[in-house]
């Protein structure tokens, strides 16, 4: 009995067996569900999982089932950063058990009920449990918010070399507390909406409306309510990332503000659009961005400057080569960054680019070309979000030599290489007519499937690694269950 | 050397994103014993619109075609228009009037004055039709296959010239799904791969190593054989095909503050989850493409 209970104590009631449990979850969604659609239905895949699970697929609900779906995953994703920023920031004891006890059972009960009504039949007690489950998330939320309040004086920033203010308070644990608080009231977008459409079972996707001239406060809340989601669960990791990697020094003091301001008027752009400011909002959103984004670039400088040095210590005169090699040497370190770096190419330049040419361009084409253009690109953000997260826990789980190169090249190499693939296809109608373009996208599809289906594998062989470990007396997990404090591994 | 053998592979990988396609491939000619001339009646009443099947009601009949005008349709109809000055050839494509649309000036809407538009291009490869100069012709293989590369325009002139005109998007669902249910497809509640024409259905007309879909003959999923090829009888309740799959289909309202039109009924290109009787799709009036087509509705007497 010991033998159980000591290993659900490690999965629940410690900082990486929650985050293991989280992903792990996650990967099974993904690889089960990853089988639905695209070149998996197109392959016939579909109906043999479809068969096998006895999944209970109406054709009318399949945007409720696609709705349902994204919230598993992301409330699974929001709960991976709780444990991540729980662990490594200062929090009084009570507030960070009861957040993780709430947003654990939360997202569990939102995934496994969720998927539950969407995907096997309607019992409307499992649609009760599913919103509870997000509603616990919700409250989740709040405690933290309360837990990150920043002005305490048990949270003041002793140390000058980080971001604070004259009187010591820490401006990093603002843009954290900004971040979660906004996160809260952003839920509200889609809670609000989601009920009234939730209960007259009229669910849609906002890429199959947006261009309709005329569109209601609830669906301009939803369409805001996913945008501002992603945007904030992107600036939540990459606090995350620099808090990991110790950010500090004078960029840290630029960047720390800059974040927060960058979140507010992104909220404040994004909670327009169901106001007067509307027709403004997205330019707000705009200005928004741009300083998050420059937080993020000064974060990426610190962080390759610091690998630099550290690569190179002991070299007298280090070439550029060295430098280089330095910077590389260890993917679990530059991962992160870098892909924040990539992000800007598969994800904020097809937005500013669309942006600029919408109505000369993309507004020309068919509504389902655009489409694919606005899915495409939030899917490669979440994606990217999720490799940053498996990076920092390769280090986490502590991946050493070989093996942390190849686990960390791996999901570099192969996530990149599907998300251009994704590019490439979004973007393809610039320059290949529908006619001409099935060999190109044969390719494309062929190289984006192996990308994630290879990265699936490699996050399978990780997990059976963990499974398995869990199996011995002495293994991996005895030793994570004691290290709770992330903080204490801040190097 | 395995370095080397990878290399070589990524290389090829690459180089085969570029191979041309051979728009002119051979077509298996199959005839369906569909009439395209063929009208249907669909009669005043009740129905269930869109995804969450909202009780709609048509106060009058009226008549839609049985299957998409095709190819050799609208040919014969090209020529008696350029004959007749009705159309006239502007640089690579065939131009006509239309009236044009009041201009409210709405954000992102373009305005449609009244003027010469294209009805259809003279030198895209992928038309299923040709010019000499004098004549259009279709392409042989294709004279029953849906017309394609036609825009809104050219799908509101050849109706018009037709004395008839465009559906508008509730009549062309009350003619897809019936008055009975809210059935997602037109023949029902669920959908196989030999039922309509979409992206990898596996139709003998498709090949995704190479030139990718195609369009099949108008009529083709009605249950027949072809060279073995077993179709599923797929008419709506009121006997139309090609309802859902093959092409785009234009329809015919003029909405309020915006210049796009829009399209039912899903493609040879997109998955079946588009073709599902609601969805919606949209282009501007200029748009063509190879998978985008129309057929026409008019009143009864």
């Known amino acids: ?491 | 050397m395995s370095r080397l053998a990878f290399s070589l592979l990524a290389i090829a990988l690459l180089l085969s994103a570029c191979a041309t396609v051979d728009l002119n491939a051979p077509v298996p000619e199959y005839e369906t014993g569909i009439d395209p001339n063929a009208w249907a009646l669909v009669p005043a009443g009740e129905f269930l619109s869109g995804q969450h099947n909202h009780p709609a009601t048509l106060d009058y009949d009226y008549e839609i075609m049985v299957t998409d005008v095709t190819v050799g349709l609208y040919v014969t109809y090209l020529n008696q228009a350029l004959a007749d000055s009705a159309l006239r050839i502007d640089g690579e494509q065939i131009v006509g009037y239309y009236p044009g649309d009041e201009f409210r000036g709405v954000k992102h809407e373009v305005e449609i004055a009244g003027g010469d538009y294209v009805f259809v291009p003279l030198d895209d490869p992928a038309s299923r039709f040709t010019f000499d100069g004098s004549a259009f012709a279709a392409v042989p293989g294709y004279e029953n296959h849906p017309m394609t590369n036609v825009s809104w325009f050219g799908s509101w002139g050849y109706c018009a010239a037709s004395g008839a005109r465009l559906p508008i998007e509730l009549e062309w669902e009350k003619a897809a799904r019936g008055g009975d249910d809210g059935r997602p497809f037109p023949w029902g509640f669920d959908i196989a791969r030999n039922q309509a024409n979409f992206y990898a259905s596996r139709d003998p007309f498709e090949d995704m190593g190479s030139f990718g879909s195609r369009t099949s003959p108008v009529g083709f999923y009605n249950g027949r054989s072809y060279d073995g090829y077993v179709t599923l009888d797929s008419a709506s309740p009121y006997g139309l095909y090609d309802m859902a799959g093959n092409v785009w289909q234009w329809t015919g309202d003029v909405y309020e503050g915006q210049h796009y039109r829009y399209l039912r009924g899903g493609s040879k290109d997109t998955y079946e989850m588009d073709l599902r009787i609601w969805v919606r799709n949209n282009a501007t009036p200029t748009y063509y493409g190879p998978a985008v087509g129309f057929r026409c509705a008019r009143d009864v007497e």
Do not use: C
């Not at chain 1, 569900?33 to 695209?38: A, F, N, R």
């Open chain 1, 1 to 491: 009995m010991r033998l159980v209970r000591d290993r659900l104590q490690y999965l629940f009631g410690s900082t990486k067996g929650l985050i293991l449990v989280a992903i792990a979850m996650t990967t099974v969604v993904t690889a089960v569900w990853g089988m639905l659609s695209g070149p998996m239905a197109e392959f016939g895949v579909r109906d043999v999982v479809v068969r096998l699970l006895r999944m209970d697929l109406v054709q009318a609900e399949r945007e409720g089932r696609i709705i349902i779906l994204y919230h598993s995953i992301a409330m699974a994703v929001v709960a991976i950063e709780t444990y991540m920023l729980t662990g490594l920031l200062k929090m009084k004891a009570f507030y960070k058990t009861a957040v993780r006890l709430l947003i654990t059972v939360g997202y569990l009960m939102a995934m496994i009920f969720g998927m539950g009504f969407a995907y096997w039949g309607h019992n409307w007690a499992l649609h009760g449990l599913y919103i509870a489950g997000l509603t616990l998330v919700f409250f989740a939320g709040i405690l933290l918010t309360i837990a990150l309040w920043p002005w305490g004086k048990d949270f003041r920033q002793p140390d000058p070399a980080y971001a604070r203010t004259r009187t010591g308070i820490d401006i990093e644990r603002m843009a954290f507390f900004a971040a979660a608080l906004t996160t809260v009231i952003s839920a509200l977008f889609g809670a609000i909406p989601g009920s009234m459409f939730g209960n007259g079972f009229e669910a849609f996707l906002a890429e199959n409306i947006i261009r309709y001239p005329e569109k209601t406060t609830l669906e301009y809340s939803i369409i805001g309510h996913l945008h501002i989601m992603l945007a904030l669960i992107a600036v939540m990791i990459t606090l995350i990332i620099g808090r990991w990697l110790n950010f500090k020094g004078i960029l840290h003091k630029i960047a720390m503000p800059l974040i927060i301001l960058g979140t507010i008027v992104l909220n404040v752009g994004v909670w327009g659009v169901v106001t007067p400011l509307e027709p403004v909002a997205h330019m707000i959103i705009y200005v928004g961005a741009t300083p998050a984004m420059l937080g993020a670039l000064m974060l990426v400088i610190f962080g390759w400057d610091k690998l630099i040095r550290q690569g190179v210590a002991g070299i007298v005169r280090p070439t550029f080569f060295q430098k280089i090699g330095a910077l590389v040497r260890d993917p679990l370190k530059f991962g992160p960054l870098w892909q924040m770096v990539f992000m800007n190419f598969t994800v904020s330049g097809i937005g500013i680019f669309m942006a600029v040419r919408l109505d000369e361009v993309f507004r020309v084409w068919p509504a389902r070309e655009e489409r694919i253009e606005l899915t495409g690109h939030w899917h490669v953000l979440s994606g990217i979000i999720a490799t940053i997260i498996l990076l920092y826990y390769g280090d986490m789980i502590g991946l050493k030599g070989r093996l942390r190169r190849l686990y960390g090249w791996a999901i570099i190499l192969l996530s990149d290489l599907a998300f251009a693939s994704v590019t490439v296809f979004e973007m393809k109608r610039l320059f290949i007519s529908e006619a001409a373009q099935q060999p190109l996208v044969n390719t494309v599809m062929l190289l984006m499937d192996f990308g994630l289906a290879m990265l699936l594998v490699v996050l399978a062989m990780v997990m059976l690694w963990r499974l398995a470990d869990l199996f011995k007396k002495k293994g991996r997990w005895t030793e994570e269950a004691g290290q709770d404090d992330l903080s204490t591994e801040v190097r």
